[in-house]
């Protein structure tokens, strides 16, 4: 009887301490992303003349419901739109949703009310948008989503999908190019909640983790935060380091990650971001981070405003709802090419 | 036993459960089974929407279609490289027209060839194991594996389509699979492992953006000769 009870007692006190540790959160700096420059506008527009020209333009209040701008990456798609709606002969408003379903579901409203004639939306909620965008179509308003995708088709009228998935694995492949195939290596993944933070995590491991010689030493979210990604990585240093490479699920984190590996005197690590920023861009010339890749804001924010234009004038894109469009992986060898979210190749 | 005894046992025991706990950083994952945590968190509830879709499975998926859709394309579509490759050279917006396919995400040309050549040399150092190859003045790449790049077998059909399927991320796993199953019934049987130096004939795709990149097949069929 003796031995049971202290078998119980042990078995109670070893879940204790277990559960303990599983109920730990990781730190919840809230910071908001760093200050970032204004960016250019981009030397080459590529704006093709749409199809079906000598028709007049159907004009009208175009919606432009985004996160916000304070993320050049959503700064340089709402200067896309902005640009191509003008020059098409469309007016617009542009509202930000902040990542937040709820908001977002408002500002549909507000396009409802103020008899949009159409939306162009880098949506905050794959789980949520559809019924937004279910009601304006109910209204009469098309939607075209721009960089993310929702998992519904048959609502908006297009999605001009970044491939996130694609660019995250054509980024490790650069990674394990120029780490080599074995190492140790560190992971800071985005916002837990947001699926691009799952989507270029699932990337980047489709490729590494065909390596069986690369380590992954350690894995936090960094919430999207240059400090917040400074400060882990000045952690992690402090413990180990015999570290290869870092990989980012944005260029935010991987500014931070290389600040403190500088800060720590740490040299030669393979460090790669996400989105293809200015900054990130600045990084890899400056020979502290390695790697990005890069979503054609831009160019896809013009395509979305395209589409629907067409969509307008004619009754049809021409073209399936889901679109992909690659990004493209950004080193030492192309940086210098790189300009407000547009590479000229 | 006596009471003593135990109480020094379990207190041995708790110190040690105390230590290990304390040590192992909660940070510090375990993947083996493949799962990718978020600082912490395994719940996909907590992580949001997942974005594997856990209905499709893309081997499945691509045993279904290989004999009966996919590789009547590839044999029925596929051009003799040395013309493809002239054609690339001379004009490659001319050739793109004749014989490319604009790849998925609008990124690059898929061309999908067939030919003889000799292999010089097979590479396996790298995980991304190739068969040099050269048809005739031309080298290329063959792409034998375990690891293997880029989407070309899947941006080569045309029946796969981005819209049929939940999201990106299903859609690469289709050319995943795609890659796999070459992997895993037509690499080894072939016999290339051991064709340095022999001539073989092979049916394949390539993706390049432009007339100079260098050209990386991957293959559908391969046979080895002399």
Redesign the interface.
Known sequence: MKRRALAAILLAAMMILFVGCAAEKPADTTTPDTTVETPETPANNETETPENSEEPTAGGLVYIIEPSQDNPYFKAEVMGAEARLTELGYTFQTVSHDDDATKQDQLYDAAIAAKAVGIISDNASADATAASIQKAKDAGIPTVLIGREINETGIAIAQIVSDNFQGARAGAEKFIELVGESGNYVEFTGKESDTASQTRSAGFHDVIDQYPDMVLIAQQSANWDTAEAYNKMESIIQSNQDIQGVICGNDTMALGAAQALKAAGIEGVVVMGFDGSNESRDSILAGEMSISVLQQAYANAQLGVDQLDLFLRTGSTGQEEKQLIECKVIWSGNADKLETFKLDE | ?R?GD?IRR?CA??AL??MI?ML??????N?DD?T??????ESEE???????DEEFDPDQYVSEIWESQALPVFLDSAAEFSTVYEAISKDFDAACETYGIL??????WVFIVKGTASVSEVNRE??NGIAALLVDETAVQLQIG??Y?G?SLRDALPFI???DF????A??SIS?ALNRYVDETIITASGIDDAAGKQISFVGAFSI?AAADDIMITPVEIQVGE
Request: proline share 2%.
């Open positions: 036993m009471l135990n379990l025991v708790l459960t105390l706990g192992s950083a909660c940070t510090v994952v993947l493949g990718i945590l978020f600082g912490g968190k907590e992580a949001g929407a997942s974005v594997f790849s998925n995400d609008k990124g690059s790298s995980r375990p690891v790049k989407a389509k981005f819209s939940k999201n990106q991320v859609f690469s995943s953006k």
